[in-house]
């Protein structure tokens, strides 16, 4: 089975500055995908980006934007320029089939 | 705008009392899923429809249960909750299913409690 492992609970960064989020997962499968939901409080879950397994290059999404190591089974997420609207919690998920398996979460906080 | 609703956004129920959440879409994606998410954890996918295809994780208790009257709408029903049902409740939807490219798309989800 699948895991995706986020190690941090809760990190915190200054407005303006770069946070980067760890993500691990484990799997067998060689066609997957990576995702980052936010899920702000009391906010839906909206995807913040998406990386298919298959591509070499990072995805970036504006300020977003993340360090895919597919030998080390590592997806972070690199925030730069962190703004107020950034604090929520952040899961990392994998697909690989219709199932979604998320990390545990990490929850940001941007201080101004 | 195209988005998936769910209402209500709160719910109460009692102990052993049905209680039905409802889930639309206006996407005209074809896979509904139901997610339990309890405080300060992952999302639990608890079963999807791939059209009118009920899919049903292993681990969920029989007491869910989901109805998927047409492609715009989506049910969970608790048949009897319990302390442990109390939770927020998510439905998400993607175009299709397979392949793990899907992006699903979330709806603000309904936090359900349990007296």
């Known amino acids: 089975a699948q895991t995706v492992t986020q190690s941090q609970p809760e990190m915190s960064v200054q407005e303006a500055e770069t946070v980067t989020l760890s993500c691990t997962y484990d799997?067998?499968?060689?066609?997957?995908?990576l995702f980052w939901y936010k899920q702000p409080p009391s906010r839906q879950m909206i995807l913040v980006i998406r990386?298919?397994?298959?591509?070499?290059q990072n995805a970036t999404e504006n300020r977003f934007s993340v360090n895919f190591q597919k030998a080390a089974k590592s997806f972070s997420l690199k925030i730069s320029d962190s703004q107020l609207g950034d604090a929520a919690m952040y899961f990392c998920?994998?697909?690989?089939?219709?199932?979604?398996?998320f990390g545990e979460g990490t929850q940001l906080t941007v201080n101004p | 705008d195209a988005m998936v609703i769910q209402n209500p956004r709160y719910q109460v129920t009692q102990f052993g009392k049905p209680v039905t959440l409802s889930c639309s879409q206006t996407l005209n994606h074809n896979v509904m899923y139901w997610y339990q998410q309890k405080s300060s954890q992952a999302p639990k996918l608890l079963f999807h429809y791939y059209d009118k295809d009920f899919n049903n994780e292993a681990d969920t208790p029989d007491n869910f249960q989901s109805r998927r009257p047409n492609t715009s709408f989506c049910f969970l029903d608790i048949r009897s909750p319990g302390l442990g049902d109390a939770a927020m409740y998510l439905c998400?939807?993607?175009?299709?299913?397979?392949?793990?490219?899907?992006?699903?798309?979330f709806g603000p989800g309904t936090r359900l409690l349990v007296l």
């Open positions: 998920a994998y697909s690989s089939g219709s199932r979604l398996t």
């Open positions: 998400a939807t993607s175009r299709v299913r397979g392949g793990g490219q899907e992006t699903q798309y």
């Open positions: 799997t067998s499968e060689s066609d997957y995908y």
């Open positions: 990386q298919e397994a298959y591509k070499q």
